[in-house]
T-cell receptor, first 114, second 113 residues
Framework: AQSVTQLGSHVSVSEGALVLLRCNYS??????LFWYVQYPNQGLQLLLK??????LVKGINGFEAEFKKSETSFHLTKPSAHMSDAAEYFC????????????FGQGTELSVKP | NAGVMQNPRHLVRRRGQEARLRCSPM?????VYWYRQLPEEGLKFMVY????????ESGMPKERFSAEFPKEGPSILRIQQVVRGDSAAYFC???????????FGPGTRLTVT
């Protein structure tokens, strides 16, 4: 069965600092991996996705993530945090056998200090 | 292009009543997914539908919950005889295909009193 673990339910960074949100997955078949962002009382917005091909994936708002098969990781990074990045971030996994069903991690709440 | 539409955004029901949640997918998307977000439990998959077919309902509670996606009209998630534990945010997502990423609606926040 697939699963996702997000290390750290809460991460706090200063404005302008590096953002690193960790995600590890478990999958018996090649995974499809996603990062979503959720602002308070809103739905989820797709930040980026990895399906096949290049392992470094660039997304919206300056975020990127690298698929590392050997480490079963898909960590999300942004070089310089902005106040508007404060939100909850979800890592999710799917595969060809799941019909697109997403398995989500527990989420990481990102706070950005001025 | 309109995104995924959900209504109502907020729904209050008394215990024992029925709740109907509606979802209109993005134009051109034929795959619809429903997820539930419970406090402290994160987002959990409930059901995956294509037009007139339930493809995967492995996340649906066995009783009181049902979903449909008719040939015409929105997808409906129906909860009969609601209980307090059904209070949650229910999100619908749509996709043009099963593995290309899903686009989420704003959610319906159900409160059972």
């Amino acid at each position: 069965a697939q699963s996702v673990t997000q290390l750290g339910s809460h991460v706090s960074v200063s404005e302008g600092a590096l953002v690193l949100l960790r995600c590890n997955y478990s999958s018996s078949v090649p995974p499809y991996l996603f990062w979503y962002v959720q602002y308070p009382n809103q739905g989820l917005q797709l930040l980026l996705k990895y399906t096949t091909g290049a392992t470094l994936v660039k997304g919206i708002n300056g975020f990127e993530a690298e698929f590392k098969k050997s480490e079963t990781s898909f960590h999300l990074t942004k070089p310089s945090a902005h106040m508007s990045d404060a939100a909850e971030y979800f890592c999710a996994v799917s595969d060809d056998n799941q019909g697109g069903k997403l398995i989500f991690g527990q989420g990481t709440e990102l706070s950005v200090k001025p | 292009n309109a995104g995924v539409m959900q209504n109502p955004r907020h729904l209050v029901r008394r215990r024992g009543q029925e709740a109907r949640l509606r979802c209109s997918p993005m134009k051109g998307h034929s795959h619809v997914y429903w997820y539930r977000q419970l406090p402290e439990e994160g987002l959990k998959f409930m059901v995956y539908l294509q037009k007139e077919n339930i493809i995967d309902e492995s996340g649906m509670p066995k009783e009181r919950f049902s979903a449909e996606f008719p040939k015409e009209g929105p997808s409906i998630l129906r909860i009969q005889q609601v209980v307090r534990g059904d209070s949650a945010a229910y999100f619908c997502a749509s996709s043009p295909g099963p593995t290309v990423g899903q686009y989420f609606g704003p959610g319906t926040r159900l409160t059972v009193t």
